[in-house]
């Protein structure tokens, strides 16, 4: 492109949290009136790029320039002033204010020095209408809005702060299919006025028919940026995935056919779960792949009874079940275990001891009567701390004086002591070093081979690809593709989280729409 | 006029909890009077005004606290360190008696101001900070007014706690009897002083950047982050706003019983029902929702109840049972949404 001057350039910026590397040297310039797609795998550091554009983190190293000056913005409001606006995944609407106060939140109109509502009102209107949401009316409060409608408040309060480089990250997601039009429509609007659009998306067809330039991101590096059509899908996909497989896994047992534990028929929830159908057998493990945020936490969620009105069947050994709250779903029939997202908040109570949270979900069975046994609760505190090998100096430090992946052990033993037949794992290794990550999937396999079902999500696809017997990709609030045996492969993996075709087998039928 | 009508119904659907206590409040006022053998009269509404200045004035300071997410507990002691304050300065010529009220003010509102510093910068949660400070303006408070006492200027005392008339003929604006002057002779002054202060400064403060940034602080504070707000500022704000208010309410008191009382039994009691009348004015305790409006109007619910043990001759020993069975039924009200989350997560965030 015959272009001068890039509009933002990035000169070897590195980004590390702690020991974690998020960026590392990265050269990368967008240029006016042009529409660039940037992608990668989860963790290839593309929501760490967009923050350091838009002013919410401060790079460790390297030098941002926009329209060739050198900034160094210290807040997303700098950033917006120098024209660089992210659409933050409803991040940054607060749900108790109208629309309009949304809107216009840190730089209102003014009149005597005071708010003035009336106008303030009105341009909220003009931008509403701008993106085809006449329907919203300026005053209502946010938190009385529908997620996707949320999301259309999100972009017109990023148009209102006239923005020379608009980020969007995932920000068709959470839209309905004639919203992400009005969207497609505003982008050819914005190239036409010379703005310059830079669009995070997982979904191929949506970059293809937007784009006119790409860049892959992998493991913090940016790998390469060519124009739309200048390399074939599967080219892509090999760009985005394309390193080396680090961690050892357990040798899997041969395909065969297991006996099913769990049926799941037809499960939906709110937007998220659109009809979702899995089994799971006994001593069988079931990943669960694709991008994040496609209904996989929502699932595991609602198979344990956290979320309220979930429509479809659940059968635990052919009886049908529901799951009230995690209380039922951890008592028999069902014995669920789920080992949640968040280890600091839903998994553990970080001021109490390490022995205090082995034991919380299993008190019962250390008591007698509505007394805990002392000497029972001491006894079980050391077969957990022995099962799974967590070093600890005493058990009644807190929880919190442990390292992240000591940590997360905890909250795995502290569901393997309610001796669960079913295991819900979601993402169980993340941010935990290599070594606890190869015991934790010699635990899970031997979990297995006693008899115990398991149902695992990961980001991870090296972790679907060494630890499952069976992978679902999910796509959407549904599951798109079943892998098994010999067809699980990062290629069959990625492709179906991205929801592009020529995958092999078990296709499910209607899947595609 | 559709459009209109369109506002008035989103107003009141935003602002449920404002609207059945403004309606609740109206019903039981106008029962009250019609009971009342002295009913619709001046006479009534001036005590009952007179009585209920001071709860309203620490309800409003509470409010903006409580918009953030907060609590202040010292309200009620920085409105009794206002009231000896004031009652050690409140007399002799009007300039004096002037200078004192500013000093009066003063002294609350600087005390909010620590409030919000310590908050801000010491990074305290406010409800120990305030705990905290709360039992060093009672101790302030002690230091100027050891026993009960001092001296506020009679005539004030007099003029500000009746109606309009007396106001005009003790200091001789004009003819009080003037036919003009009539139609509006009859209003309290503490009504007035109510609306005035309270109105006169909520009102326009909402408008400001800084008064959203508290309600966008209590709804999200990392969304009001992300936005860029000035979320320092807001906050040091609100705790100032609150000793101001509060201020308010402790010179109001002084001129009412001509003297200063350190009594910290009245401050503790002062600073809880402040709390019950912001949450029963509609605003959540979450933050966020609701305003100074609405804690008017719940501090004078709250006044209106003991108002009914006067007249029916209830025993004045059920009046903290009964005032606990209203709060908690109007507060039950407010907690009906959560019977409407679908992921049983959000409730605990």
């Known amino acids: 492109m015959p272009q001068s001057e890039p509009i933002l350039r990035m000169a070897g910026i590195s980004k590390s949290f702690g020991a974690t590397q998020a960026l590392q040297d990265v050269d990368f310039s967008c240029f006016t009136g042009s529409i660039h797609a940037i992608l990668g795998e989860n963790g290839a550091g593309k929501s760490t790029l967009i923050k350091i554009m838009s002013g919410v983190l401060d790079p460790t190293a390297g030098e941002l320039f926009v329209e060739g000056g050198l900034v160094n913005f210290q807040s997303p409001t700098q950033a917006a002033k120098d024209g660089v606006v992210c659409i933050f995944q409803e991040l940054s609407l607060v749900p108790d204010l109208s629309v309009a106060d949304n809107i216009f939140l840190d730089s209102p109109p003014k009149k005597w020095g005071l708010i003035d509502k009336k106008t303030q009102r009105e341009q909220a209107r003009v931008l509403l209408a701008r993106i085809k949401c006449g329907d919203i009316d300026p005053r209502a409060l946010v938190k009385d809005l529908s997620l996707s409608r949320r999301q259309m408040v999100e972009i017109a309060k990023a148009l209102s702060k006239k923005p020379k480089v608009l980020i969007l990250d995932e920000a068709t997601s959470a839209l309905s299919s004639q919203d992400v039009d009005t969207i497609y429509g505003l982008l050819g609007e914005l190239k036409d006025e010379g703005v310059c659009c830079l669009f995070i998306s997982h979904k191929m067809h949506e970059v293809e028919r937007l784009c006119d330039t790409l860049s892959v991101f992998r493991n913090g590096k940016h790998i390469e940026t060519f124009a739309k059509g200048a390399k074939s899908d599967d080219e892509i996909v090999k760009l985005m995935i394309g390193r080396t497989v680090d961690a050892q896994f357990p040798a899997k047992p041969p395909p065969k056919d297991y006996e099913t534990r769990l049926s799941i028929r037809d499960l939906k929830w709110e937007r998220q779960l659109k009809g979702v159908d899995l089994t799971l057998g006994r001593g069988e493990i079931v990943g669960l792949g694709g991008l994040d945020g496609q209904g996989q936490k929502e699932l595991l969620l609602a198979l344990f009874g956290v979320l309220r009105s979930v429509e479809g069947e659940v059968r635990v050994d052919d009886q049908i079940v529901h799951t009230g709250s995690p209380a039922e779903a951890k008592a028999s029939p069902t014995n669920f275990a789920l080992v949640p997202e968040d280890r600091k908040t839903e998994g553990l109570m970080l001021p109490m001891s390490i022995a205090d949270n082995l034991m919380i979900a299993s008190l019962d069975k250390i008591s007698d009567g509505p007394v805990v046994s002392p000497s029972k609760e001491k006894e079980a505190v050391a077969n957990g701390i022995k099962q799974l090998e967590i070093k600890v100096g005493s058990p009644h430090h807190a929880v919190s004086t442990l390292s992240g992946g000591n940590q997360q052990k905890v909250v795995i033993a502290k569901w393997l002591c309610t001796n669960p037949d079913i295991v819900l794992l979601n993402d169980p290794t993340r941010g935990i070093d290599v070594g606890t990550k190869q015991e934790i999937y010699k635990l899970i396999r031997a979990l297995a081979d006693e008899g115990k079902s398991i149902l695992l999500y990961s980001t991870d696809y090296d972790e679907l690809i060494g630890c499952c017997d069976r992978v679902a990709v999910m796509y959407d609030g549904k599951i798109t593709v079943e892998l098994k045996g010999d067809e699980i492969s990062e290629t069959s993996i990625v492709s179906a989280a991205l929801n592009i075709g020529d995958t092999p087998a078990h296709q499910k039928p209607g899947a595609m729409q | ?349």
């Not at chain 2, 606290?65 to 360190?81: C, F, K, Q, R």
């Open chain 2, 1 to 349: 006029m559709n459009d209109y009508k369109k506002s008035l119904k989103l107003a009141i659907g935003q602002n449920m909890g404002f609207t059945v206590a403004t309606v609740g409040l109206l019903l039981l006022w106008l029962l009250y009077n019609i009971l009342h053998p002295g009913g619709f009269s001046s006479a009534v509404l001036i005590q009952n005004t007179n009585e209920s200045v001071v709860i309203v004035f620490v309800a409003i300071a509470q409010t903006f606290p409580i918009l953030l997410g907060g609590l202040d507990l010292s309200v009620g002691a920085v409105m009794t360190l206002a009231n000896c304050v004031a009652s050690a300065l409140m007399s002799g010529s009007p300039i004096q008696i002037l200078i004192g009220a500013i000093i009066t003010l003063l002294t609350g509102t600087a005390f909010g101001f620590l409030n919000g510093m310590i908050v801000v910068y010491g990074r305290i949660q406010p409800i120990i900070a305030t705990l905290a400070t709360g039992s060093i303006a009672i101790g302030l408070a002690l230091f100027i007014r050891p026993q009960p006492g001092g001296d506020v200027d009679g005539d004030l005392g007099w003029a500000l706690t009746n109606d309009l008339y007396e106001l005009v003929y003790t200091y001789g604006w004009w003819d009080a009897d003037a036919a003009w002057f009539s139609p509006f002779a009859w209003i309290p002054v503490p009504l007035l002083i109510i609306i005035i202060v309270g109105f006169g400064i909520w009102l326009p403060f909402k408008k400001t950047v800084t008064g959203r940034t508290i309600y966008a602080v209590g709804s999200s504070e990392s969304a009001a982050f992300m936005s860029g707000l000035p979320i320092e500022r807001a906050k040091l704000t609100a705790f100032t706003m609150a000793g101001f208010f509060a201020a308010c309410g402790g010179l109001y008191l002084a001129i009412q019983t001509s003297s200063g009382n350190a009594d910290m039994t009245q401050a503790g009691s002062y600073t809880l029902n402040s709390i019950a009348a912001v949450v029963l004015g509609g605003t959540s305790l979450f933050g966020g929702v609701g305003g100074a409006i609405g804690s008017l109007v719940g501090a004078l619910l709250l006044r209106m109840l003991s108002f009914y043990f006067r007249i029916m001759s209830i025993d004045p020993l059920l009046q903290p049972l009964i005032e606990g069975v209203v709060l908690l039924v109007a507060v039950s009200l407010g907690a009906l949404r959560t019977l409407r989350t679908k992921n049983r997560l959000r409730l605990f965030r």
